[in-house]
């Protein structure tokens, strides 16, 4: 599987030459290069810290807050988390980066304006949201992993996610809003990208998609939407002593609903499963399950190849393309009745 790339590679040899060169200059030298330069970046991790630290420090000032004192959680992928404390209480402060993932900010207000359950969002800046930490709350617990096998708690997340798909209904009906949608992925050249990543190109899912590309997007396009979670797990799981409910809405958006269903109970044990499908109710459409049994894996391949290693959460999706069953699910839901020239 082709994951790394030709620069990669070359950087990988000439990290290897410089390994040779240090070696030769005695391990007495190459000790205290290692030494220098390990303090080097300690000390740049250092001054980063700070100057994330003051930043936040900053807009929590901005959002009126009297002598904030500040801690960095954890930084990464352009999102960085603080420990806020002020006023004798304990908040949490979420940054944002880049401009794409404070969707997150908006996506708060906008549950928080259809009567959907969410952590209180008690300020926000441009970049910056303030919530409470769950973690001091009496209020909230964060989830935990044996609520995956707990149906009392199952019904009350179905509770949560049959409200969002409802009201996302109403509020998306008649509208066309640029919202994340995770389909969108689905093009010709984010495929062609994840075939020669995954080392699959001579795959003729390829060749189907390629072939069928306008077809394709206009049914994917026509599918009914509402608004979806699309990140399940337990770590964005907030339980009350009496409901359930997600938090963390960098991925919240349009999609399929039947999508987040799958999403659900394939984490949950089956016990857990079944109570969750009983409270939530209903009948998908077999377009919508359909439809979901190729973009699902499609979009976990796309994900996974832009990534530098190819990560373990997308190997059964990997199998699935190799297996042919990606293949068969889009041609099941594209040619719902069989050709008469198309082998059966």
């Not at 990669?8 to 190459?30: D, F, M």
């Not at 402060?93 to 959907?116: C, M, P, T, W």
């Not at 919240?252 to 999508?259: D, M, Q």
């Not at 919508?288 to 894996?297: C, R």
Request: glycine share 8%.
């Amino acid at each position: 599987m082709n994951i790394n790339s030709g620069n990669e590679t070359q950087a990988a040899h000439g990290i290897a030459g410089r390994h040779s060169n240090v070696a030769a200059e005695g391990p007495g030298i190459a000790e205290e290069r290692g030494n220098t330069k390990a303090h080097g970046i300690a000390e740049a991790h250092s001054i980063a810290e700070a100057h994330s630290i003051a930043e936040a420090h900053s807009i929590a000032e901005g959002l009126g807050l009297r002598d904030p004192v500040c801690s960095l959680i954890r930084s990464k992928a352009g999102i960085s988390l603080y420990r806020v404390e002020a006023e004798g209480k304990k908040l949490i402060l979420k940054v944002f980066e880049h401009q794409e993932d404070a969707r997150e900010i908006r996506n708060y207000s906008l549950l928080s304006g259809l009567g959907i359950p969410t952590l209180p969002l008690l300020g926000h800046t441009e970049n910056a949201l303030l919530l409470p930490d769950v973690e001091a709350s009496t209020e909230y617990r964060l989830g935990r992993a044996s609520d995956l096998e707990d149906p009392r708690t199952a019904r009350d997340i179905a509770k949560w996610y049959r409200m969002l798909h409802q009201k996302g209904r109403s509020y998306l009906s008649g509208r066309v809003l640029p919202m994340y949608d995770e389909s969108d992925v689905i093009t010709v050249d984010n495929m062609r990208l994840t075939a020669e990543r995954t080392g699959t190109a001579d795959n003729p899912l390829w060749r189907e998609i390629t072939g069928n590309y306008p077809a394709i997007r206009s049914r994917i396009d026509a599918l009914p939407r509402t608004l979806t979670y699309n990140d399940f797990y337990w770590t964005n799981l907030i339980v009350t002593r009496d409901h359930a409910f997600m938090f963390d809405y960098n991925l919240l958006g349009k999609g399929i609903a039947y999508g987040d269903i799958r999403n659900v109970t394939s984490s949950l044990s089956p016990g857990a499963a079944e109570a969750f499908t009983e409270e939530y109710g209903g009948i998908f459409p077999e377009e919508e399950k359909k439809a979901d049994a190729f973009i699902a894996p499609l979009v976990t391949l796309y994900s996974a190849c832009r990534c530098d290693t190819f990560p373990s959460w997308a190997g059964a999706s990997l199998a699935e393309l190799e297996n042919g069953s990606i293949l068969r699910h889009l041609e099941e839901w594209l040619h719902p009745f069989p050709h008469p020239c198309r082998p059966q």
